[in-house]
Nanobody
Framework: QVQIEESGGGLVQPGESLRLSCVVSGDSLRHYTIAWYRKAPGKEREGFSCTSGRDGRKYYRDSVRGRFTVSRDNEKNTVYLQMTSLKPEDTAVYYC????????????????WGPGTQVIVSS
């Protein structure tokens, strides 16, 4: 089972940008489809973007499409999430995980989560 570590979160103002990183260890990233999830206060954890290890396809939920961009560097075993035009409703703890995903479908492969990284969008 792979290990996951997210980083890059912080406190930003509305409209600003952040880039999150997801480092995968224990196996080659190219074997995995990786999704980004977030858990806002009082809400369920929700997948919103993923990058396929098989064919490179990327998926986004409507709530982030056009503002967030997922990418991967298999050589560095790292997946990135570039977030722009951040809104207060993007405030959450962000996680990444190996996932079965397609358009609007996200199912984690393992019952395991990294520590996550906190993003707070506030003026």
């Amino acid at each position: 089972q792979v290990q996951i570590e997210e980083s890059g979160g912080g406190l930003v103002q509305p409209g600003e940008s952040l880039r999150l990183s997801c480092v995968v260890s224990g196996d080659s990233l190219r074997h995995y489809t990786i999704a980004w999830y977030r858990k806002a206060p009082g809400k369920e954890r929700e997948g919103f973007s993923c990058t396929s290890g098989r064919d490179g396809r990327k998926y986004y939920r409507d709530s982030v499409r056009g503002r967030f961009t997922v990418s991967r560097d298999n050589e560095k075993n790292t997946v990135y999430l570039q977030m722009t035009s951040l809104k207060p409703e993007d405030t959450a703890v962000y996680y990444c995980a190996p996932t079965y995903c397609s358009d609007n479908y996200y199912s984690p492969v393992y019952d395991y989560w990294g520590p996550g990284t906190q993003v707070i969008v506030s003026s």
